[in-house]
């Protein structure tokens, strides 16, 4: 008899035994389908050595395997990573092997799945709903339940116009090929300093070993051509490449990018795909058969057939850091994934994190620079605007420098930026007779005024209510404010002081999809918009020639609430954006609204001195004995009840370890208190770089009794500290 020990798509249990049916056989990584209890449950069978190797069932207790899935099995090196992965970040294995196989993208692909799409037809009876539904539907084509989501309708709505006639199924099969993206298709003539960048980048590949480069180069220096020639490279050598990207909004410019250098588009992985979509791209990795895969963090567990190369591109963003569910870090995974499977990493930075750098010093990262811009553009001029100095009218945003600069701007036809990260109109609203401020019920944080959609909106539980007439506290009549700005507010400024320019506002409000985001690429590059008005969400990946004027509006948001890395991010971010400008033959600047214009992360921005910003900062982080030079690790413990989340914080507070080099603060309340609906306690440990910290936590977690109403979230390497 033939047993096969499974690792289940469950974060509830470790791998169980089962036998393989008479007949079949299950070798190591056979994606199965087992029974658990009355259900039917996914997995892949596993090593029994590993998870501590917990003691096989006897034969006689063993139950039959249901199905063993058409699927090329998942290969060792990816079975390593998941366990790495695993015990790094100290989640579940069957969690992370969920990103492995996700929803049922590896159901059999042969199967068609049925869609349906608008015939054009109106049905006899309109409605409303129906009316509303087919509107948004449109052109597109889903399953009854993502258009339904899609139409924010129910599924019956969706049923009763398909019986009306007015949808029509559609057969999608899910092995549709995939094209072939051709190497030699648009090749870019490189400049000297690229060629050579590009050469390293090339050899990397055909050594077909682990090797981390760190592409750095300033923005517009070409570092998407540069690994492009990398990719060529892979897919020369018959090899699949996968490229990493911080937001779904830059899958789809990457996409067109991509197909004018290679002659089709790559495939692409993001939470934005349909059901049909997910199941094609997943089987075209796994066959081996997509070449070149653009996507989130999530692309990069995937099982891919013959991984070639990994590019990260703007590796230095803390998007690549997954906050919920398994907390884990795309560049450092992607990382570790390269030394699993014996391949090259690129992380592409203009403005790399401190962590990278780190490792460049050490020896371990290949670091390969590109100094300058290409074809002779130069990088902008920043200056400060000294806000206490100049300030803005009373109830404006924009001090007088920035306003002239626009409208010089505006006179000559070019484009202009204005960055102020936050989304929405104000960031609070507070009422003028009693001081009373609206905040969310599920959570410790003000509600954000969404003029547009006249909507008071949570940014942290996504909780909504229209904008009071009353004051909930003193019931005063229009006695409500708005104060400070957000992007919406600063457009109105803008619409104001400039009643002719063309303005467009982007957030994740308005580019929510990659349609979207085509979209307002298309207008900026049509010349349609004159002065964009944006989150970080414009400050990476964008090229537009005829934008030559940012305007940072706040640029000391980022540095109040007291985060490690504040002075590093608002570095990176004000780099990025001011990246933006002046990427074509006009020369470009850059106005940074500050009221600290003296704080080190400032003038070094003036000054164009990186290397004296990054030494300064490392410095500091070496002396606090911060990440990259110590090691966080956050627990935060939740509950409805605020009462258990504070009974299990305070045992665990009294069981903690002690340790040479440990320092635990807290238990206390976290920054963010209560966040949707649950009571939040937290406590971070700080230790050396060499500490075992996995190893304390699991150990320290495993003495205390665990209330089912109690939950545990770990977060090993946190970014986020609320
Ligand atoms: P980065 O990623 O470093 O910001 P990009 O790769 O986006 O830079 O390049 C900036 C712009 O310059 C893009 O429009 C790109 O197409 C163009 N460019 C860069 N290098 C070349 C080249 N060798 N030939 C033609 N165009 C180039
Ligand atoms: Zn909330």
């Known amino acids: 008899m033939t047993r096969a020990r499974v690792l289940l798509l469950t974060a509830a249990l470790g791998p169980l035994d089962y036998r393989v049916p008479h007949g079949s056989e299950a070798p190591l990584g056979s994606v199965v389908v087992a029974p658990l209890g009355p259900r039917r449950m996914g997995g892949v069978v596993w090593e029994e050595a590993s998870f501590g190797a917990p003691d096989p069932v006897g034969d006689n207790r ?236 999530s692309a990069l567990f995937l099982p891919y057939a013959d991984l070639g190369l990994i590019v990260v591109d703007e590796a230095h963003e803390t998007s690549f850091k997954q906050e919920d569910g398994v907390h884990y870090h795309a560049r450092d995974v992607a990382v570790m994934r390269g030394s699993f499977e014996g391949l090259p990493v690129i992380l592409a930075s203009a403005t790399p994190a401190l962590e990278s750098l780190a490792q460049v010093e050490a020896g371990r990262y290949r670091h390969i620079v590109l100094p300058a811009r290409y074809g002779g553009a130069t990088l902008p001029d920043l200056a400060a605007i000294d806000m206490r100095r100049d300030p803005p009218d009373r109830g404006r945003w924009l001090a007088p420098p920035l306003v002239d600069a626009l409208a010089g701007r505006l006179g000559k036809g070019e484009q202009s930026l204005l960055f102020l990260n936050r989304r929405g109109f104000a960031p609070l609203t507070l009422c003028r007779t009693c001081g009373h401020r609206i905040q969310c019920p599920n959570c410790t944080a003000w509600m954000v005024e969404h003029r547009l959609v006249h909507r008071l909106a949570c940014h942290h539980c996504g909780h909504v209510m229209p904008p009071p007439r009353l004051c909930p506290e003193c019931e005063d009549e229009d006695s409500l404010v708005a104060c400070g700005p957000g992007v919406e507010r600063v457009a109105d400024e803008v619409k104001l002081r400039f009643p002719d320019a063309r303005t467009a506002i982007v957030t994740s409000d308005t580019l929510w999809s990659p349609a979207k985001a085509a979209e307002f690429v298309d207008a900026v590059e049509g010349g349609l918009v004159d002065i964009i008005i944006g989150t970080q969400l414009v400050t990476k990946g964008y090229h537009f020639p005829n934008l030559t004027l940012v305007g940072v509006v706040d640029a000391d948001l980022g540095l109040d609430g007291g985060d490690l890395r504040a002075s590093e991010r608002t570095f990176q971010q004000i780099a990025q954006v001011a990246g933006r400008a002046g990427r074509g033959v006009k020369p470009g600047e850059v106005l940074i609204q500050t009221r600290v214009p003296e704080a080190p992360v400032m003038s070094a921005l003036v000054a164009g001195d990186r290397d004296g910003f990054y030494a300064a900062e490392a410095a500091a982080r070496k002396q606090a004995g911060a990440p990259p030079y110590g090691r966080f690790a956050a627990l935060v413990i939740s509950s409805e009840d605020i009462e258990v989340a504070r009974g299990v914080a305070q045992r665990l507070g009294q069981k903690a370890p002690a340790a040479d080099g440990l320092a635990i603060y807290g238990p206390a309340p976290a920054p963010l208190a209560m966040l949707r609906g649950r009571h939040r306690f937290r406590l971070l440990l700080h230790a050396p770089r060499s500490f075992d910290l996995q190893g304390t936590i699991r150990d320290w977690i495993a003495r205390i009794d665990w209330p089912a109403k109690a939950r545990l979230a770990i977060d090993v390497d946190p970014y986020s500290f609320v």
């Open 62 to 297: 063993l139950r039959n395997l249901y199905e063993i899935v058409d699927v090329p099995p998942i290969r060792a090196p990816l079975r390593r990573l998941v366990e790495w992965t695993s015990d790094y970040y100290l989640a579940p294995p069957g969690a992370v092997l969920r990103m492995v196989l996700p929803g049922a993208a590896f159901a059999d692909a042969r199967r068609p799945i049925v869609e349906y799409r608008a015939t054009g037809e109106l049905p006899a009876r309109m409605t409303p709903q129906r009316i509303v539904a087919l509107e948004r539907i449109g052109a597109r084509q889903g399953m009854v339940r993502e258009l339904a989501a899609l139409a924010e309708v129910s599924e019956a709505v969706i049923r009763g116009l398909v019986q009306a006639g007015a949808l029509e199924a559609v057969e999608v099969s899910a092995d549709a090929p995939c094209p072939e993206p051709d190497p030699a298709f648009a090749p870019p003539g490189l400049s000297d300093e690229q060629a050579a960048a590009a050469g390293q980048l090339r050899d990397a590949v055909a050594a077909a070993r682990f090797e981390t480069l760190l592409l750095d180069g300033v923005t517009g220096s070409g570092k998407t051509e540069v690994y492009m020639e990398a990719i060529a490279a892979a897919v020369e050598a018959g090899k699949q490449t996968l490229v990493l990207l911080p937001e779904i909004a830059l899958t789809e410019p990457m996409l067109t990018r991509f197909a004018a250098r290679f002659g089709c588009e790559p495939v692409p992985w993001h939470s934005g795909l349909r059901s049909t979509e997910r199941r094609r791209a997943w089987h075209a990795i796994a066959s081996g058969e997509a070449k070149i895969v653009v996507g989130a963090r």
